[in-house]
């Protein structure tokens, strides 16, 4: 198993930018695929950025490309999701995922417990 605790999140103003970060402990790291997911009020989760087990491939939701990266250092077993130019509707608690065989937006078996980002207009 792998637990997750993601970090970073808070109050920012539109057009500014954060940067979380999720570690994970347990088994190796390097062995999971990590994605970024978020859930705003009265809203479903969804999807927003892929990264590969070596780091090599990622991929992100329309919403995001060109704002956000994900990125991963396995040596700190920590994945990364810098955000930029951030917008109101980017208000939501995200949560980072794992799997050893997720493929983007699917097949996810572990989840943090998400943290909160709110960005004012």
């Known amino acids: 198993q792998v637990q997750l605790v993601e970090s970073g999140g808070g109050l920012v103003q539109a057009g500014g930018s954060l940067k979380l970060s999720c570690a994970a402990s347990?088994?190796?790291?390097?062995?999971?695929?990590m994605g970024w997911f978020r859930q705003a009020p009265g809203k479903e989760r969804e999807f927003v950025a892929f990264i590969s087990r070596s780091g090599g491939s990622t991929y992100y939701a329309d919403f995001v490309k060109g704002r956000f990266t994900i990125s991963r250092d396995n040596a700190k077993n920590t994945v990364y999701l810098q955000m930029n130019s951030l917008k109101p509707e980017d208000t939501a608690v995200y949560y980072c995922?794992?799997?050893?065989?997720?493929?983007?937006?699917?097949?996810?078996?572990?989840w943090g417990q998400g943290t909160q980002v709110t960005v004012s207009s």
């Open positions: 347990g088994r190796t790291f390097s062995s999971y695929a």
């Open positions: 995922a794992a799997g050893e065989l997720a493929g983007t937006t699917y097949g996810y078996n572990y």
